[in-house]
């Protein structure tokens, strides 16, 4: 308990004196995690939309695969990825191992899925009568795929916030693919890996605060969001 | 004609919802699409709202065939706005609800607020353009969703079951509003109900659905029973007490209607029914211009229509016990 204590105490003190190497960190986290979140969302909206509304053979299957997809653990996505990046893969020439793209691609691809299945609930979800509504008002295919976003927006935005905090508190991926450089690619979670391991609990208890507020904060503007648009 | 409708199907999960052989709709009239629920009512709206492609047949529009396949659709339901049973309004302000027409038809956007504001104006939402539409009461989402069709200024507008789900009060204006923009703008008015008297007082010409199909009768004198033959005369047996006397080659389970303009009414009196006929109690009286419609309790509610100038030579009052005559070609196998 006392540990604890302390620690939060000195966690206190390191965020109020604007500890450089702290907030660098969490700098290179938040630069990181928001790039993934905005490609898994380019990518994941529009594919979880078309999946949604359209009707194929195998969609039933297809949504059960995007499913399975969300068990899949952060290090198997990192070895994948480090299979395609590492010298000897079939990027290996690009260099991309151990920089912040790589964390970004392996955070992609742990998220997509995430993005894609959550959209397919959204939109599934929504009152059918939109669509027909909006078709029937003289509207085209993209227009009435508009409104349908339109309607949906608000679990499409929680979608895409889930997302967000999937991979600001993932550790697998950052710490494979990233490699916690020091002043590079080390991120808020593998920083407070490595300090936890060197029983250094100030820095990994300050970054533990950090992470929770980032998290809390997100939350508050989207219900807030919310709220002001419902009212 | 405005639409023409040959061999028209539509099937869910293996149930036929649609089946129609024949029908033709002009232009410039309020119609009113008569029958109980699950008749395929709003299939039939939703398919003349080009929002659904019927399975089989054809469907003409002003005698062009439509083509559910092409991309033609768009075009043509620019033409003809559907306002749904329960309507959804778009999550935004009703101004934007109304405009939404406008902005997909790429009207000007400076000529979009007057056009909103007379579209408001018609249903007496005046000044609600800046309301939040998830806050509107059932009735004046009605209204609304009446506006933001109207804006579209279609050819056309399909209104399913309008007044379903508003009060008595919100009833009232909105037919009133069906007979204005029917008067005012011209347009060919279509709409669902499962009121008849609704239909009677705002229809022009009445389509009768049942099970799917249009039905030459009424849809309300609707009875199971089984038909026999007595010494070589079919009738149906209803309930296992009433003999309706009819036209059958076979006996069986059959659905049969009763058509209520065949049905002779007389005032009992004080004497016995003949044995021919039915005996009941009138139940309820209803005044609509050329007819006047007579619920008639004889065990099984049956309804049935007389002519004004009929029924003003022999009036019937509530209560009153009236012999009801049916002829065998009054009964009529569905």
């Known amino acids: ?231 | 004609m405005l639409f023409e409708l040959k061999n028209l199907s539509k099937t869910y999960q293996g149930r036929a919802v649609l089946d129609v052989e024949q029908l033709s709709l002009e232009p410039g009239k309020i119609y009113g699409l008569v029958g109980p629920n699950g008749a395929g009512k709003t299939t039939l709206l939703e398919i003349l709202g080009f929002l659904r492609p019927p399975d089989s047949g054809r469907i003409f529009y002003r005698d062009r065939p439509v083509d559910f396949s092409g991309r033609s659709l768009r075009r043509l339901r620019q033409e003809i706005v559907l306002v749904q049973q329960s309507p959804v309004l778009f999550t935004t302000t009703v101004y934007k609800n109304v405009e939404f027409g406008l902005k997909v038809r790429r009207v000007p956007k400076k000529s979009r607020p007057r056009i909103v504001e007379e579209m408001l104006d018609l249903v007496g939402l005046r000044g609600w353009a800046s309301a939040a539409a998830h806050h509107l009461s059932g009735g004046e989402t009605q209204r609304v969703a009446m506006a933001r069709a109207l804006a579209c200024t279609p050819q056309v507008i399909l209104l399913d079951e309008p007044t379903a789900n508003v009060d008595a009060e919100h009833q009232a204006v909105v037919e009133d509003i069906i007979r204005e923009i029917k008067s005012s703008k011209g347009l060919s008015i279509i709409f669902t109900t499962h009121n008849m008297v609704q239909a009677a007082r705002l229809a022009e010409e009445m389509v009768f659905l049942y099970d799917g199909r249009p039905t030459a009768g009424l849809y309300e004198n609707v009875f199971s029973g089984v038909i026999g033959f007595d010494d070589g005369k079919a009738h149906c047996l209803i309930q296992g007490r009433f003999k309706l006397p009819l036209v059958a080659a076979k006996t069986g389970p059959a659905k049969v209607l009763v058509n209520p303009r065949l049905i002779k009414i007389r005032p009992q009196g004080s004497g016995e029914a003949a044995a021919s006929e039915l005996a009941g109690l009138v139940r309820q009286l209803t005044w609509e211009g050329a007819q006047v419609r007579v619920l008639v309790d004889v065990g099984l509610p049956l309804t049935v229509l007389i002519g004004f100038e009929e029924y003003q030579s022999r009036p019937l009052s509530v209560g009153q016990k009236a012999a009801l005559d049916i002829p065998a070609e009054a009964v009529e196998i569905i």
């Open chain 1, 1 to 231: 308990m006392t540990l604890l204590l302390d620690g939060l105490f000195s966690a206190l003190l390191l965020i109020k004196s604007w500890d450089p190497e702290l907030w660098f960190i969490v700098w290179v986290s938040l630069k990181v995690s928001l790039a993934s979140t905005v490609l898994a969302g380019l990518l994941g909206v529009p594919a979880g939309f078309l999946i949604a509304l359209s009707e194929f053979p195998g969609k039933r299957m297809t949504v059960t695969v995007f499913n399975t997809l969300l068990a899949v653990p952060t290090v198997v996505i990192g070895l994948l990825v480090y299979t395609f990046i590492s010298r000897r893969g079939l990027f290996g020439p690009w260099d991309l191992l151990y920089t912040q793209k790589a964390i970004v691609i392996g955070q992609v691809l742990l998220i997509l899925p995430l993005v894609i299945t959550l959209t397919i609930a959204a939109i599934g979800r929504l009152d059918h009568r939109y669509r027909q509504t909006a078709l029937t008002l003289g509207a085209s295919a993209l227009q009435t795929s508009w409104v349908i976003l339109r309607e949906g927006r608000f679990a499409v935005g929680a979608a895409v916030i889930a997302a967000f905090g999937r991979v600001i508190a993932e550790v697998g991926v950052s710490m494979m693919l990233g490699g916690n450089i020091k002043g590079f690619t080390r991120t808020m979670t593998t920083a407070m890996a490595l300090e936890y391991d060197k029983g250094e609990f100030v820095l990994a208890v300050a970054l533990g605060l950090i992470l929770l507020t980032i998290s809390f904060t997100m939350n508050v503007f989207f219900n807030l969001f919310q709220g002001r648009i419902r009212t």
